[in-house]
């Protein structure tokens, strides 16, 4: 695996937690020698795991939107910054940058950016692994849901178990190196 991308808020959250486990992945990252492409902001969760990942050496690719680039801080310490026409192309440039995903907490971009790329694995657009780092259990009761949307009939089983979440930083890479 040579590059994941990582879905984040640009906010910090409310426990500090979220920030010292984004900064985690970002110095796991780097240590094992996988690139970082990321939304390209200084801000929240999005900075953290950038900073981190710079701080230990790494790579790291920033993919902004021209209209996000007014309004949040574009990072300036980055190895490439991309600054595209709009969230279409920074999806479609950060997939094709991505030899994976994972999402941190965040709000309903990070998930709808997260869920964009796990629906195409769910369809077979591509077989790279579409991780949760589940902080804090952020990500379970999204969990829950996908078990209601099982037994509901809408979800398979099958589709579910694409999802690699752990609720650490280095294990979840493990993972993914595996997957």
Known sequence: ????AVYCGSSEGHDPIYMEEARKLGKHLAENGIK??????????MGAVADAAIDAGGEVIGVM????????????????????????????????YA???IALPGGAGTLEEWFEVFTWAQIGYHDKPCALLNINDYYTPLVSLFDHMIEQGFVKKEYKDLIVMEKDAANLLRKLQNY
């Open 1 to 4: 695996m040579k590059t994941i």
């Open 36 to 45: 970082l492409v990321y939304g390209g902001a200084t801000v929240g969760c």
């Open 65 to 96: 939107p021209e209209k996000l680039a007014s309004l949040e801080i574009t990072h300036e310490n980055l190895t490439e910054l991309h600054v595209v026409k709009d969230m279409h192309e920074r999806k479609a440039l950060m997939a094709q």
């Open 99 to 101: 030899d994976g995903f």
